[in-house]
C-alpha cells in the first residue's frame, strides 16, 4: 500500500495515529503529479501552498486538533475562485485572472485542514463531456482499453478531477455538475462522484455556467470519502441566495444504514432500444445486488425522461449567455483591442471563447431573443416542471431510483465531434436530476470486456442524500470493483 | 426551424461576439440541427404547467435594500487588464 493510494479515510486514520504524516502524504501526491504529468490533469499546481498547508496540517494534528480533512491532499476544479490563485475555467478569456476572494467552498475545504495541490482541468467553462475543449488541451484518461494505447477522454466536465482522483494524483477532489459533470466522469474514470441536491453547497465563487443548475460536489475513490469529503463541502451560506438552511445530515453514519427495506425504481425509459448491451447487464447486476442486500426493485416510469436533452439545451445556454455576459475585456481576463467600445467586445470574445462555448452563447441568445423567448425558454422551464413532477411521482413509489450513468465508457480522444447533438447524448441519463434539482451519485461498478470502468447512477428525493450513500455504498460494497489505485 | 446566415451575423451581434464570414455558414448549419434537435418540445403539452424558473424549492431570502459590503477599488480593479487607479478604462465613447 504506497501513500498516494490511501483512501481518504485511511490517510485520515493513519495521520490522527500518527503513522504517517501530513507533509510525507502530500510529498507523495506531489511527486505522482509529477511523474504523471502526461495526463494533464492540473490547469495549475501549487506545490508551494500544498507544502505550506501540510506543515500546518502536522502541527494541528500535533495538537490533537485535527478537523475532518486535515492533511489530505486535494485537487481544485479550476472553476472554483481561489485567492491569490490563477482561476481559468479552462477558458483563454480568464488569462491571468487571480481572485481577490475564495469561493465558499473551497474556504470551507482549507478550513477543514485538506491541502489544495492545484486547480484541475475541465472543458472550457464546463460546458461539455469529455474535457476535450479546454484551452489548455485534453486531459487523458488513466484508464486504457485491454490491448489499446489509445488515449481515452476522462468524460467531462471535471474531467481533469476524475483523472487525478482515478490515478492516485489526488485523494479527492471537487467537481461541479451542471448536467452530469461529476457522475459522468466519475463513471468514465471508474470513482465515486457524487452530486448533492441544488442547494446544498454553495456556489459563491464557483465560476457561473447555468445557475438553476449548478451545483459543487466531491469525487473520490470511495463512497465513504465522499460523504467525508461532501460533510465539508456543503452547509447555508448566506451569498448564495439558493443555499439551504436545512441542518446537514451525518453523511458518513448513513453509510451503514443498508438498503434492507427499501424500495428501488427502475425507471423503464432509461432502458431505450439499442442500449450497450454491457451497460445494460451491469445494471441488472446492480439490481440483484440491492436485492440480495434487502431492497425491493420496482418498475417506475419517468415519462418525460426523452425530453429532458432538449430541455437542458435551451435552459443550460440560456442561462449561460447571459452568465457569460461579463467577459467583456473590461474587468478581468483576456482584452483584445478595438476602435470602438463594442469592437472591443466583439474581438475579445471572439478571441477569447472557443467554438463549444461560442455555440452555446450563440442558442442562448436566440432562445432569449425578441420572439422566441416563449417559445424556446418557457417552454423550456414548463416542460422541465413536468421532469421534476415525474420524480416526484416515482419517489410516492421508491427510495431511490437506479440507472445506469452513462450510455457508454470511455471514448477515444477526438471522437464525437462532428456532431454536437451527438456528444449531448453522453448525459441522457444525468440531466434529467440535473433538470429536477435532486441527488445523484456515480458508482464505480464493473468493467467492459475490453476493460473499461462504467458507473451505476444512485438517485434520491431532495435533501435525502442520505438514502443515496446507503444505497452506494451497499453497491460498492457489492461490486467489489477494482481501481486504478 | 433553421437558421440562415443573416440570422446567425445578428445573434452573434447581439452576444457581442465577432464572427468571421466564413463561419457564419458552417455555424447556421450547426444551430439549425441544435435547434431542429430542439424543436421536439413542441409536442408536449404544457398548456396547465407553470414553469419551473430555478433549481430549488428554497424560498428566496429577503433582506434590507443597504449597502453592506464597498470600499474595496483595489481589490475590485486588480484584475483589470487595463485599470487606472481605482478605475476601469474602455475604448473613448464620447467625441
Request: proline residues 6%.
Amino acid at each position: 500500500m504506497t501513500l498516494t493510494s490511501l483512501t481518504i479515510a485511511e490517510a485520515r486514520d493513519q495521520l490522527r495515529a500518527k503513522k504517517i504524516s501530513a507533509v510525507e502524504l502530500t510529498e507523495a501526491h506531489l511527486a505522482e503529479m509529477t511523474k504523471q504529468k502526461a495526463l494533464n490533469a492540473f490547469v495549475t499546481e501549487t506545490p508551494d501552498i500544498a507544502r505550506a498547508r501540510a506543515k500546518e496540517a502536522d502541527a494541528a494534528l500535533a495538537k490533537g486538533d485535527a478537523p475532518a480533512l486535515t492533511g489530505i491532499p486535494l485537487g481544485i476544479k479550476d472553476l472554483f475562485c481561489t485567492e491569490g490563485v490563477l482561476t481559468t475555467a479552462s477558458s483563454h478569456i480568464l488569462d491571468g485572472f487571480k481572485p481577490r476572494y475564495e469561493s465558499t467552498v473551497t474556504a470551507k475545504l482549507k478550513a477543514a485542514g485538506s491541502v489544495m495541490l492545484g486547480k484541475l482541468n475541465l472543458d472550457e467553462f464546463a460546458m461539455g463531456s469529455s474535457t476535450t475543449t479546454s484551452y489548455y488541451g485534453p486531459t487523458i484518461n488513466p484508464w486504457k482499453a485491454k490491448g489499446s494505447g489509445a488515449d481515452l477522454v476522462p468524460g467531462g466536465s471535471s474531467g481533469g478531477s476524475a483523472a487525478a482522483v482515478a490515478g492516485g494524483l489526488a485523494m479527492g477532489a471537487t467537481g461541479t455538475d451542471t448536467g452530469g459533470s461529476i457522475r459522468q466522469p466519475a463513471a468514465f474514470a471508474g470513482i465515486v462522484g457524487v452530486k448533492p441536491t441544488y442547494g446544498r453547497c454553495s456556489r459563491w465563487g464557483v465560476v457561473a455556467f447555468a445557475s438553476s443548475l449548478d451545483q459543487p460536489g466531491p469525487m473520490t475513490r470511495t463512497v465513504r470519502d465522499s460523504a467525508i469529503m461532501l460533510q465539508a463541502m456543503c452547509g447555508h451560506d448566506p451569498k448564495d441566495s439558493t443555499s439551504s438552511k436545512l441542518a446537514v445530515p451525518d453523511f458518513e453514519k448513513a453509510l451503514s444504514r443498508g438498503v434492507k427495506g427499501l424500495k428501488i425504481g427502475i425507471p423503464k425509459e432509461y432502458r431505450p432500444d439499442g442500449l450497450n448491451a454491457e451497460v445494460a447487464a451491469l445494471w441488472d447486476q446492480g439490481i440483484a445486488w440491492l436485492k440480495d442486500a434487502g431492497a425491493t426493485p420496482v418498475d417506475v416510469s419517468l415519462p418525460h425522461t426523452k425530453y429532458a436533452l432538449p430541455t437542458y439545451y435551451i435552459v443550460a445556454p440560456a442561462e449561460a449567455s447571459s452568465n457569460l455576459a461579463r467577459y467583456d475585456g473590461v474587468r478581468f481576463g483576456l482584452r483584445v483591442a478595438g476602435q470602438s467600445l463594442d469592437e472591443m467586445y466583439s474581438k475579445t470574445r471572439a478571441a477569447g471563447f472557443g467554438p463549444e462555448v461560442r455555440r452555446r452563447i450563440l442558442i442562448g441568445t436566440y432562445v432569449l431573443s425578441a420572439g422566441y423567448y416563449d417559445a424556446y425558454y418557457l417552454k423550456a422551464q414548463k416542460v422541465r416542471a413536468l421532469i421534476a413532477r415525474d420524480f416526484e411521482q416515482a419517489f410516492t413509489q421508491c427510495d431511490a431510483l437506479l440507472t445506469p450513468t452513462a450510455p457508454t465508457p470511455a471514448f477515444a480522444i477526438g471522437a464525437k465531434f462532428d456532431d454536437p447533438v451527438a456528444m449531448y447524448l453522453n448525459d441522457v441519463f444525468t440531466v434529467p436530476a440535473s433538470l429536477a434539482g435532486i441527488p445523484g451519485s456515480s458508482v464505480p461498478a464493473g468493467l467492459t470486456s475490453t476493460g473499461l470502468p462504467l458507473g451505476l447512477q444512485v438517485l434520491t428525493k431532495r435533501w435525502d442524500e442520505e438514502t443515496m450513500f446507503a444505497v452506494s455504498q451497499t453497491l460498492e460494497d457489492a461490486a467489489a470493483f477494482k481501481r486504478l489505485v | 426551424m433553421s437558421l440562415d446566415k443573416a440570422t446567425v451575423r445578428r445573434i452573434a451581434t447581439l452576444a457581442r461576439i465577432e464572427v468571421p464570414e466564413a463561419d457564419l455558414e458552417p455555424l447556421a448549419g450547426e444551430l439549425s440541427g441544435i435547434l431542429g434537435w430542439i424543436e421536439q418540445l413542441q409536442e408536449v403539452d404544457t398548456s396547465a404547467v407553470a414553469p419551473m424558473t430555478g433549481g430549488t424549492d428554497v424560498k428566496l431570502p429577503w433582506r434590507a435594500d443597504v449597502a453592506n459590503d464597498g470600499g474595496m477599488a483595489e481589490a475590485v480593479t486588480a484584475n483589470a487588464p487595463d485599470a487606472q487607479g481605482a478605475f476601469f478604462t474602455v475604448p473613448k465613447v464620447v467625441e
